[in-house]
């Protein structure tokens, strides 16, 4: 079998400009590409070389979010891995978020936090 990973994740934030800044702040990512997207939308990609995600803001109104657990092909999560567990957390508080569910676990440590757009982040270092 060939080897794959996964390239990014799209999602949608109403303010995708503070998002996407917040994410370089945190994890020390980049801009990689901005511009328009489907449906009159606008898109700004962050991450590295080979991963992002794309933070996508419609024309229109944005409607409130739903538990995602509950949600046929609700966004749970996503998984970010750092090297520096504590040090990342005290950005993310630094940022004003809460963390929660904390876990020291085979093979690794890791928390979560949830965003202004109701995106669950699980950061994990192993």
């Not at 996407?20 to 990512?29: H, I, R, S």
């Not at 990609?45 to 024309?59: M, Q, R, T």
Request: charged share 25%; aromatic share 12%.
């Amino acid at each position: 079998m060939a080897n794959s990973f996964l390239e990014h994740v799209n999602f949608t934030a109403t303010d995708p400009e503070k998002t996407a800044q917040t994410l370089c702040n945190l994890f020390g990512w980049h801009v990689r590409w901005r511009g328009d997207a489907i449906h009159g939308g606008k898109s700004i990609h962050v991450g590295e070389k080979d991963s992002y995600i794309a933070i996508y803001s419609p024309a229109g109104e944005i409607a409130p979010a739903t538990n995602s657990y509950e949600t046929l092909a609700g966004l749970n999560h996503i998984a970010i891995v750092v090297d520096d567990l504590d040090e990342v957390e005290k950005r993310v508080i630094s940022a004003g978020y809460k963390t929660h569910s904390h876990a020291d676990y085979e093979p690794g440590r890791r928390f979560y936090y949830r965003d202004e757009n109701e995106i669950e982040f699980e950061i994990v270092s192993y």
